[in-house]
């Protein structure tokens, strides 16, 4: 899985309550979208926003969601089907064990970023990463490693349905490919800056909670939910010597050997393929560690073998237009233009209890002389004004700082799509090839130089090519 974060992550998206539905209560851009062996005929857009998969168009007849039967509850005035699975696994012989997802370098496109008209944006690259570019531009997609492995154990099997739970180092062998929280999430990821090259990054990624999937062996849809962390290296460019052309905001691994960071001149592994002059990379050759910004980049939760998309909205109290990714922010109380969870910017600049003269002044969360409720712990994701009313409306605007790879804040683009797709029959207990996409909102850090460098707090969108395979 890959925020920045980006994130690697590549493995499977939640899926979302269905039932079968009529043929006569279709309409014409229905699909077939699963929760674990249940489909329910829904728009695509109904389906995404419930978390289902979308198995695409089709009839729940049969079911494309798994091996079933049907059991029939029966009252004096309905019949009532509901499709469960039961009996024993049918993944193959002997039952799975486990779930292997590895990263690939991908080729061609895989979403789209529309605009209000209809028009197209830009495409969005198989394999690539987007989020910020907005005002530090730096070369986009930032391109996610390969070779990243994330494995799950099988934790149930009924029919063909999998619930799939995180697995730990001891069960994997290596922090690198264990999916429990702290588990690293595939190799450093070089984030080189073009336009500000003291920016460039290295980002460190791992598994802010356990990883849960649900899958179908037969078809090969999966969903994850794993929330991504980025600890965030600005590097600017390690390598400035004659052979090593470009920005190198990671160590290399080249020949086995460090070149860079800490470790420079020691043994190393790539942990990745040379993609381009920023790979190979490996833990073996971390970063220099003074250059830890101490911050993290949240990324995505939700991968899917489907299609998610993410359609923007107008705030017409506050003004902002096309906002993907709203935070309560304080344009119109206090005017000073930050989001609520900021204590870090000085009380000048923010509103903190520090800055409190008297109960409501000079901010609306003042409660008395340097007291209120100004010191909010986090950031809150909102949808709408109405969302904001922390601190007695001190951020009452929901808002995001601008939208990043997606233009800048009031720009034209409204909705952002990426297209998985499902590895098929996993039976064969062989390899097969997916991909696994999410589009994604990412938190203010609060780190003024990160948040102006990644548009931030804004939308993200990332797909992992890769090759999924159950195992023994």
């Avoid at 500000?196 to 849960?212: E, H, K, Q, Y």
């Avoid at 590097?235 to 990671?250: E, F, K, R, S, V």
């Avoid at 790979?279 to 970063?287: I, L």
């Avoid at 002389?369 to 109405?386: H, I, L, R, W, Y």
């Amino acid at each position: 899985m890959k925020p920045l974060l980006a994130v690697q992550l590549a493995a499977l998206m939640l899926a979302a309550l269905a039932g079968a539905a009529p043929a006569s209560a279709r309409s014409p851009t229905a699909i077939q979208c699963c929760h674990a062996a249940v489909c329910r005929l829904k728009t695509t857009g109904a389906c995404q926003k419930s978390g289902g998969i979308d198995m695409g168009p089709g009839t729940c007849n049969p079911n494309p969601c798994g091996g079933a039967t049907t059991t029939t509850s029966t009252t004096t005035t309905s019949s009532t089907t509901t499709t469960m699975p039961t009996g024993p696994c049918q993944c193959g012989t002997p039952d799975p064990t486990r779930l292997q997802f590895t990263t690939a370098i991908g080729s061609g496109n895989c979403g789209v970023a529309t605009k209000s008209d209809g028009t197209t944006f830009r495409t969005l690259a198989c394999g690539g990463l987007y989020t910020g570019g907005g005002q530090q531009i730096f070369a986009l997609p930032v391109i996610t490693p390969d070779m990243g492995t994330s494995i799950a154990k099988v934790a149930s099997c009924a029919s063909t349905s999998l619930t799939l739970a995180a697995a730990s180092s001891g069960d994997t062998g290596s922090l690198r490919t264990c999916t429990q929280a702290g588990c690293l999430f595939g190799a450093p990821l070089p984030v080189p800056n073009t336009n500000a090259t003291a920016l460039s990054s290295c980002v460190i990624n791992s598994l802010a909670a356990d990883l849960t999937v649900t899958a179908d062996c037969a078809s090969g849809a999966a969903a994850l939910n794993v929330p991504i962390k980025g600890e965030i290296f600005i590097t600017g460019d390690l390598l400035t010597d004659a052979a090593h052309p470009g920005i190198q905001p990671c160590p290399l691994c080249e020949a086995g050997i460090c070149h860079g960071g800490p470790n420079d001149g020691m043994g190393c592994t790539p942990g990745d393929s040379a993609q381009n002059t920023a790979y190979p990379t490996s833990h073996d050759c971390p970063p220099p560690p003074d250059r830890d910004a101490m911050v993290m980049l949240s990324g995505p939760a939700l991968l899917t073998t489907g299609t998610m998309s993410k359609t923007a909205v107008n705030n017409t109290a506050s003004g902002q237009v096309n906002v993907f990714c709203g935070f309560c922010r304080d344009i119109n109380a206090f005017g000073s233009g930050c989001f609520e969870g900021d204590l870090v910017t000085p009380a000048t600049g923010c509103p903190r209890n520090s800055g409190c003269t008297g109960a409501g002044a000079p901010y609306r969360c003042c409660t008395g002389f340097g007291t209120g409720t100004c010191d909010q712990p986090s950031p809150k994701a909102c949808t709408s004004n109405a969302d904001c009313t922390d601190g007695s409306g001190t951020w009452p605007d929901c808002e995001q700082r601008d939208g990043g790879a997606f233009g800048p804040a009031g720009g034209t683009v409204r909705t952002i799509t990426e297209t998985g797709s499902p590895a098929g029959n996993m039976t064969d207990r062989a390899g097969h090839a997916a991909t696994l996409a999410s589009v994604f909102c990412i938190p203010p850090t609060f780190n003024a130089t990160l948040d102006a460098g990644f548009d931030l707090p804004g939308p993200g969108a990332v797909t992992y090519p890769g090759v999924a395979q159950l195992l023994p």
